[in-house]
């Protein structure tokens, strides 16, 4: 007869024990809280609160604070970038498909009654502080929204919808930079019309 140690129980229980929540809907609320409060304001606490599972399982899934913050940003990523990027790419008029993601973020934002911005450029901001992994994930993921502009711009630019005066990836890069300083103005100065004619202004300059 083998006799098991109080530790080989437990090992064998928790290992054949189904886990009692969803991973993925544990991302989406961690995705959540990192998202209003920033990675450093958030605690283990917050997580487990916001989670609703305990910290041993938090850490037994994800690690620790940092890898479940690299799971919330590829989240992200799915959720929205690949959105974006997936009708971006669809519309056969670049300028089109500018204009018509450059209104709809700015709805996004004046909609976003907690006033949390967008979780990338919270990202950003915050860079400092993040490990290495979280800012390549972080500008991977902005890369990927810059090369959707560049690919619209292009297009526009072949279809004589813009004039081929700047080189498209620059044109890009500025309405990667336009689209970070919008999401942090609409934070503090939520002004419908005033956003609207600041994308107004950028449209017209691509011109």
Same mark, same amino acid.
């Given at each position: 007869m083998i006799i098991l140690s109080k530790e080989q129980i437990f090992k064998r229980i928790t290992m054949t024990r189904p886990k009692e929540f969803n991973p993925d809907e544990v991302v989406d609320k961690a995705m959540n809280t990192f998202w209003q409060k920033g990675f450093e304001a958030t605690s283990i606490n917050d997580l487990v609160d916001s989670t609703g599972i305990n $910290? =041993? /399982? @938090? %850490?037994? *899934?994800?690690?620790? $604070?940092? $890898? @479940?913050?690299? /799971? =919330?940003?590829? +989240?992200?990523? !799915? +959720?929205? #970038? *690949? *959105? =974006? #990027?997936? !009708?971006?790419? !669809?519309?056969?008029?670049? @300028?089109?498909?500018? *204009? =018509?993601? @450059? %209104?709809?973020?700015?709805?996004?934002?004046?909609n976003d009654d907690i006033k949390k911005g967008c979780f990338l450029t919270n990202s950003c901001i915050e860079s400092t502080i993040l490990d290495e992994e979280s800012k390549r994930r972080v500008s991977e993921s902005l890369s990927t929204m810059k090369n959707s502009f560049r690919r619209a711009i292009t297009r526009a630019q072949e279809s004589g919808e813009l004039s081929k005066k700047w080189d498209p990836d620059d044109m890009a890069f500025y309405l990667i930079n336009m689209m970070q300083g919008l999401r942090v103005l609409s934070k503090v100065i939520p002004d419908r019309e005033r956003l609207k004619t600041v994308i107004d202004i950028t449209i017209e300059s691509l011109k």
């Open positions: $910290k =041993a /399982s @938090l %850490y037994n *899934t994800f690690g620790n $604070k940092e $890898k @479940l913050f690299h /799971s =919330a940003i590829d +989240r992200y990523f !799915q +959720r929205f #970038v *690949t *959105t =974006a #990027v997936y !009708q971006m790419d !669809q519309e056969s008029s670049g @300028l089109t498909a500018i *204009t =018509a993601f @450059l %209104y709809s973020a700015g709805e996004m934002a004046m």
